[in-house]
């Protein structure tokens, strides 16, 4: 499909779907760099921008030299008052780390979106979850986080990727869309959202007083920067990000739970291994096995409270996380488990996703 | 204001009253006037956005009193491009030094310059990195010493100096780039009109304005300031000759 | 005679670097060795102010923008 402002249902690939969504959340400008398995999202947006017919006048999309000129684009497009979004996969989102930072320390808003594929190193092209340390832990230097989404379906492409403008907004810091190539390339069913209009350049001042758009009438400049040379600059705005991070704690965390209730095993999954493990779950059910899957949508903040209540569960007998990668997420959860359960893992690397009836192979014999 | 005179000069307005940091002497100081003199001529303060490096200049935001993006060291004409596309009725300019523009942020450079991005490069060229001490620049001189470079720089081992105007300027994009220098009023004089030169052009719409300012390193070149002259004129601008290498504007008359 | 021209040095800002010095054509100004601002730098100062004929030679060369220039009205 094409660029398509009046469609409300389509039957779409993942990242056009993501470039679509972008667009209706009314973004201004992106910024990005080619590189599979995502390519897609700045095809569509240049085939957007019809030079004969543009839709999208107050729309910017440039093909920048490298990952890094990217990230530094976006940076100070955003900076300038703009909706920004970037997309990348795994080696060129190693290539926007330092940008990253920049930007959280910065406090500027913006939607990035890393469409996993396999590493380390230039990998594969194939889907992988290898990226959830870099991007829930910081993998630019320094104490930071991103509120990171973790879709499972194109729709979910979709609706994270059109409300992350206005999260990015609210929390003034950057927010990832962790996807896989996989999610990246099948094609599913989806309900488009309403297109807002973009912002003129009037509006977007008023929204954005801190932005640098020019000093006009401010009696102060505007400086956006990340340096803090002094001592007690730097731990005073490290501070501050700290608490503003325990409130997007408080307020942001989502999951999912599925036949969990009363679940003595519990999987933990997330993104495209969610959905293979709700298939292990199902199978399990008929079996008569009571196993459930919590799902963690935001990998940052991270629903302790959620895996703590049932870590707290006397007939809870043990989790299992399941993940395309040698064992990220797992850490996490047995963080929060803390000993009071076995937190066993299984994964898979290359882009090979595990089959429900190798998952629960492993669940068996861990039974 | 005095009885029985009128005032030939003063610092600018929009120039911060705030110290600058920099060592006695250095044309930093002195460039960073000669930009917010043309802004205030210009009647640009309340619109145009600068954008400041990693090197001696990274506090640039605290001596020019227009709004300001620190970029990360060697990008600023990404960060720039994202403001103009955003932005592209304002002036924007970026301030950068040789290890800034001509190192780390090479490609971002000539890839801005090779779109003919709409904003203002001021490029200070000093040939050393002053920042972190004094170690060898893309631009440091044959035979120039420096902490990376004790018994000279050997252009058989390390390449030699790379002349960023002269590669700027074959780049289609590019509407104007001219190599000035501060080392006398006159020159002083000059490069501030071709600042101007630079801001009217950007608002022509023409392309990338690209601006070498052969400068000093008093403290790393280990010279006072006064001798700092004597480098520049007999070796620095020996091998940076001064002057307009492209100008769209004078190519259609 | 007047002076043409007159110049105001501001002593804290001068950072004695003496590029106003060199650059006087009248030789009008000096780095005054006896005495430094707060910052314990040496400051340049109008030594000769009769022979200044307000050109801006020296303010125009301050890298600190330490310098205010004059001329007479007539």
Not at chain 1, 79 to 103: D, K, N
């Amino acid at each position: 499909m094409e660029a398509d402002v009046e469609k409300k249902i389509a039957f779409m690939k993942g990242n056009e779907a993501l470039a679509e969504a972008a667009l209706r959340a009314g973004m201004t400008g992106y910024f990005g760099y080619p590189i599979t398995p995502q390519t897609e999202v700045i095809e569509y947006l240049c085939k957007a921008k019809n030079p004969a017919d543009d839709k999208y006048p107050k729309f910017t999309v440039l093909q920048a030299e490298s990952e890094v000129s990217s990230i530094n684009m976006v940076y100070g497009a955003a900076a300038a008052g703009g909706r920004i979004m970037t997309t990348t996969s795994s080696p060129g989102f190693s290539l926007m780390q330092e940008g990253i930072s920049y930007i959280a320390c910065a406090d500027i808003p913006c939607v990035i979106a890393n469409v996993q594929r396999g590493g380390p190193g230039l990998g594969t092209i194939q889907p992988s979850q290898g990226d959830y340390f870099q991007s829930v832990k910081g993998g630019g230097h320094g104490d930071y986080k991103l509120i990171v989404f973790a879709p499972n379906s194109v729709q979910e492409v979709v609706d994270y990727t059109y409300n992350a403008f206005d999260l990015a907004n609210k929390w003034m810091c950057p927010v990832l869309i962790l996807s896989d190539g996989a999610i990246g390339q099948m094609m599913e069913k989806v309900v488009l959202p309403e297109p807002i209009p973009a912002r003129t350049a009037d509006e977007m001042r008023d929204e954005k007083p801190w932005a640098t758009n020019g000093k006009g009438n401010r009696k102060q400049r505007n400086i956006i920067t990340s340096l803090n040379i002094q001592s007690d600059a730097m731990e005073r705005r490290n501070n501050e990000l700290q608490e503003k991070y325990r409130k997007i704690e408080a307020e942001e965390v989502r999951y999912e739970t599925y036949k969990a209730d009363d679940a003595e095993i519990i999987i933990t999954a997330y993104g495209l291994s969610s959905r293979v493990c709700k298939k292990a779950v199902d199978i399990a059910r008929e079996k008569g096995l009571k196993i459930g899957l919590v799902r963690p949508i935001t990998l940052w903040p991270f629903p302790t409270k959620i895996i703590d209540e049932f870590a707290a569960k006397p007939n809870v007998k043990f989790f299992i996380d399941v993940e395309m990668n040698v064992g990220q997420m797992v850490e996490d959860v047995k963080l929060v488990v803390n000993g009071r359960k076995p937190v066993y893992f299984y994964g898979r690397t290359g882009g090979i996703l595990a089959t429900a009836e190798e998952i629960l192979e492993q669940i068996k014999a861990k039974m | 204001m005095k009885e029985g005179y009128t005032l030939v000069y003063k610092r600018p307005d929009t120039l911060l009253k705030t110290r600058m940091h920099y060592c006695p002497g250095c044309f930093h100081s002195i460039l960073h006037k000669l930009i917010m003199e043309v802004v205030e001529e210009m009647g640009i303060q309340n619109d145009v956005i600068g954008v400041s490096p990693v090197g001696c200049s990274v506090f640039a935001y605290d001596y020019m009193d227009v709004d300001f993006q620190e970029a990360a060291h060697g990008r600023a004409c990404a960060v720039a491009t994202g403001i103009k596309r955003t932005l592209p009725n304002k002036p924007v300019f970026t301030y950068q030094g040789d290890g800034d523009l001509a190192a780390i942020g090479l490609a971002e450079t000539m890839h801005a310059c090779n779109r003919g991005e709409k904003f203002s490069i001021f490029f200070v060229n000093n040939a050393i990195y002053g920042m972190t001490g004094g170690q060898m620049a893309p631009t440091t001189l044959e035979g120039q010493t420096t902490t990376t470079s004790p018994y000279g720089r050997d252009p058989k081992n390390v390449g030699y100096p790379m002349k960023m105007a002269e590669m700027v300027s074959q780049l289609p994009g590019v509407a104007y780039c001219e190599r000035v220098c501060l080392n006398n009023p006159v020159n002083v004089r000059k490069a501030k009109k071709s600042i101007r030169r630079c801001f009217e052009i950007q608002a022509m719409n023409l392309g990338t304005t690209f601006l070498e300012v052969v400068s000093n390193c008093p403290t790393n070149w280990r010279l006072s300031p006064i001798k700092t002259l004597d480098f520049v004129e007999n070796n620095m601008l020996k091998y940076y000759p001064l002057g307009v290498k492209k100008d769209v504007t004078a190519e259609n008359k | 005679m007047a002076a043409k021209g007159l110049v105001e040095i501001s002593v804290e800002t001068c950072k004695g670097c003496g590029l106003c010095v060199h650059y006087c054509p009248m030789k009008c100004l000096a780095i005054n060795e006896a005495d430094t601002n707060s910052y314990g730098l040496h400051y340049a100062q109008s030594v000769e102010p009769d022979k200044c004929i307000g050109c801006a030679n020296c303010a125009v060369m301050c890298p600190d923008g330490a310098i205010t220039v004059y001329k007479q009205s007539n």
